[in-house]
């Protein structure tokens, strides 16, 4: 079964750093772009960070500068670095990715089940 699954989430002091992880697993024949989204209780999901599979990143404004995302594609995996950390990141941190899961060129859009991240004094 194709799946992908993140890792790292926890609670964390503001200003504090934490690395997410998210790696796919199952019979995968490509990956395209990867992504991070995160979605807070009562709000809509929201994008955070696209990589591509050249490794071209994108940003939502509100994290530039303190997130970087990357991806190592032998591994299957997209991090998400998140330093200087605000109550406001606080949130189900989810990823996905376009994916390509027979030798088609068709791909599909996977997505984890999210692991929360909690910034907090």
């Known amino acids: 079964q194709v799946q992908l699954a993140e890792s790292g989430g926890g609670l964390v002091q503001p200003g504090g750093s934490l690395r997410l992880s998210c790696a796919a697993s199952?019979?995968?024949?490509?990956?395209?772009?990867m992504g991070w989204y995160r979605q807070a209780p009562g709000k809509q999901r929201e994008l955070v960070a696209t990589?591509?599979?050249?490794?071209?990143?994108k940003y939502a404004d509100s994290v530039k500068g303190r997130f970087t995302i990357s991806r190592e594609n032998a591994k299957k995996t997209v991090y998400l670095q998140m330093n200087n950390l605000k109550p406001e990141d606080t949130a189900v941190y989810l990823c996905?990715?376009?994916?390509?899961?027979?030798?088609?060129?068709?791909?599909?859009?996977?997505w984890g089940q999210g692991t929360q991240v909690t910034i907090s004094s």
């Open positions: 996905n990715a376009d994916m390509r899961v027979t030798p088609s060129r068709r791909s599909t859009i996977y």
């Open positions: 199952g019979i995968i024949f490509g990956i395209n772009d």
């Open positions: 990589i591509t599979s050249g490794g071209n990143p």
